[in-house]
């Protein structure tokens, strides 16, 4: 019920979890994940790994009965496998629940990338498109041919991550294992091979079909309690029967030490994104002037980006080791998730007659937000073509502010020459 849940919570106006294709933005629980932030997504991928490794390591296919959710839909739709084997008008009731089933359970997996509501607006208008149709009937398809026939098959035969257990597993790993020390108990009644989902026989030892779901126990444990024996026949343990265990092996320590790193790696570069991303060049088409009454001017091109989900307000400033720069604009307003590209004049006074390349600290401060980008002015030597306009360049528009210009999801404020 959570996974099909999930995607209808909203946290500040966004699904929980959900990776939107058209942004190229991953939402989840309020955080937004931009695509060239994707290395937080790799970091806590890793952590997730080494920490199914450690937990495979010590306690065997625990996975495979109790949290996949291969498992847990052929639980759910274990009704409908009985009904089908009775045949008849429940053999097509059945068929019909399964792809039910699997149309629901298809759609759920699309609604991780589209919205719900868009999802359901185009089924209604049957205009859900190629792509999200197409991958809606393509997994459904698979999905009821998983459930109606495959089931269990595939987790005895087919499942990479089954494999990739049985390979980790070690003599001390926890297993469901049938105690063969207490031989003379089993009456052999064969309670545990009729109710094994995957028709494996636990008495003949650890089979790597085996997916740990525990029914053999279940349909053990109440005919030892009505012969008045011992329970734990066929019980979770440590390595074989009657064998200590041993948590603290090599293996199991390497594998903590991969897990605790990968985490403190997700936490670092979680921490240490930022909710502007600033980008500076100098103008290509401006070149660099000097005005009689010796300013230094320089263009510069400055794409900004609001990653965050507050608007902010950008304070720019400018400091070279010597003099002063005045920038116009100083301040820019951007919207939550805007990415805006501004013309910058950068007019430096007091450099005298210094020529050349001069590293200036660029300076963009918002709310909660500070960085700094190192950038270059470039100051013409005395005599190169001047300008006697107290402005080569304007911004048009009232006062300070330029002129927006919409072009794709980018918003443009530019500055013109003057007539």
Same mark, same amino acid.
């Given at each position: 019920?959570?996974?099909?849940?999930?995607?209808?919570?909203?946290?500040?106006?966004?699904?929980?979890?959900?990776?939107?294709?058209?942004?190229?933005?991953? +939402?989840?629980?309020?955080?937004? %994940?931009?695509?060239?932030?994707?290395?937080?997504?790799?970091?806590?991928?890793?952590?997730?790994?080494?920490?199914?490794?450690?937990?495979?390591?010590?306690?065997?296919?625990?996975?495979?009965?109790?949290?996949?959710?291969?498992?847990?839909?052929?639980?759910?739709?274990?009704?409908? #496998?009985?009904?089908?084997?009775?045949?008849?008008?429940?053999?097509?009731?059945?068929?019909?629940?399964?792809?039910?089933?699997?149309?629901?359970?298809?759609?759920?997996?699309?609604?991780?990338?589209? =919205?719900?509501?868009?999802?359901? #607006?185009?089924?209604?208008?049957?205009?859900?498109?190629?792509?999200?149709?197409?991958?809606?009937?393509?997994?459904?398809?698979?999905?009821? &041919?998983?459930?109606?026939?495959?089931?269990?098959?595939?987790?005895?035969?087919? $499942?990479?991550?089954?494999? &990739?257990?049985?390979?980790? &597993?070690?003599? +001390?790993?926890?297993?469901?294992?049938?105690?063969?020390?207490?031989?003379?108990?089993?009456?052999?009644?064969?309670?545990?091979?009729?109710?094994?989902?995957?028709?494996?026989?636990? @008495?003949?030892?650890?089979?790597?079909?085996?997916?740990?779901?525990?029914? $053999?126990?279940?349909?053990?444990?109440?005919?030892?309690?009505?012969?008045?024996?011992?329970? @734990?026949?066929?019980?979770?343990?440590?390595?074989?029967?009657?064998?200590?265990?041993?948590?603290?092996?090599?293996?199991?320590?390497?594998?903590?030490?991969?897990?605790?790193?990968?985490?403190?790696?997700?936490?670092?570069?979680?921490?240490?994104?930022?909710?502007?991303?600033?980008?500076?060049?100098?103008?290509?088409?401006?070149?660099?002037?000097?005005? /009689?009454?010796?300013?230094?001017?320089?263009?510069?091109?400055?794409?900004?980006?609001?990653?965050?989900? !507050? =608007?902010?307000?950008?304070?720019?400033?400018?400091? /070279?080791?010597?003099?002063?720069? &005045?920038?116009?604009?100083?301040?820019?307003?951007?919207?939550?998730?805007? +990415?805006? #590209?501004?013309?910058?004049?950068?007019?430096?006074?007091?450099?005298?007659?210094?020529?050349?390349?001069? =590293?200036? !600290?660029?300076?963009? !401060?918002?709310?909660?937000?500070?960085?700094?980008?190192? %950038?270059?002015?470039?100051?013409?030597?005395?005599?190169?073509? @001047?300008?006697?306009?107290?402005? /080569?360049?304007?911004? @048009?528009?009232?006062?300070?502010?330029?002129?927006?210009?919409? !072009?794709?999801?980018?918003?443009?404020?530019?500055?013109?020459?003057?007539?």
């Amino acid at each position: 019920m959570v996974v099909l849940g999930l995607p209808f919570v909203t946290i500040r106006g966004e699904s929980a979890l959900r990776f939107d294709v058209r942004t190229l933005r991953l +939402h989840a629980f309020g955080a937004a %994940v931009w695509i060239d932030d994707l290395f937080v997504v790799l970091a806590a991928s890793l952590f997730v790994a080494f920490a199914f490794l450690l937990a495979t390591l010590l306690f065997g296919r625990l996975w495979c009965g109790w949290g996949c959710p291969q498992t847990a839909l052929l639980d759910l739709t274990g009704r409908l #496998r009985r009904a089908a084997a009775k045949g008849g008008w429940r053999l097509a009731a059945a068929h019909a629940g399964f792809a039910a089933a699997s149309a629901l359970v298809s759609a759920n997996l699309l609604w991780y990338f589209v =919205p719900p509501a868009e999802f359901f #607006r185009g089924v209604a208008a049957f205009s859900l498109g190629p792509v999200v149709g197409g991958s809606w009937f393509v997994l459904g398809a698979v999905l009821y &041919l998983d459930l109606a026939g495959w089931r269990h098959g595939f987790c005895a035969t087919t $499942c990479p991550y089954a494999k &990739l257990q049985g390979a980790l &597993l070690d003599r +001390h790993s926890m297993v469901i294992a049938y105690d063969a020390r207490r031989s003379e108990d089993c009456i052999s009644c064969r309670a545990c091979v009729r109710v094994c989902p995957v028709g494996i026989d636990i @008495r003949d030892g650890l089979q790597a079909a085996c997916t740990s779901c525990g029914e $053999c126990i279940d349909a053990c444990a109440p005919i030892m309690a009505k012969l008045g024996r011992r329970p @734990r026949l066929v019980a979770y343990f440590f390595g074989e029967a009657g064998t200590s265990s041993r948590p603290l092996r090599a293996g199991v320590l390497a594998l903590a030490v991969l897990t605790a790193g990968s985490l403190a790696l997700t936490v670092a570069v979680a921490a240490d994104r930022s909710a502007l991303e600033v980008t500076v060049t100098a103008s290509a088409d401006f070149a660099p002037r000097r005005t /009689p009454a010796g300013e230094v001017w320089n263009g510069f091109t400055l794409a900004l980006e609001n990653r965050g989900r !507050e =608007p902010l307000d950008v304070k720019l400033a400018l400091r /070279p080791p010597e003099g002063d720069v &005045l920038l116009r604009p100083d301040r820019v307003a951007l919207a939550p998730g805007e +990415h805006r #590209r501004v013309r910058v004049l950068a007019v430096a006074r007091g450099l005298g007659n210094t020529t050349g390349t001069i =590293p200036g !600290e660029l300076s963009v !401060e918002a709310p909660g937000v500070s960085t700094t980008r190192i %950038v270059s002015l470039v100051s013409p030597a005395p005599g190169r073509p @001047r300008v006697s306009s107290p402005s /080569p360049w304007k911004l @048009r528009g009232e006062g300070e502010e330029a002129r927006r210009t919409s !072009e794709g999801d980018e918003t443009r404020r530019t500055l013109e020459p003057a007539p």
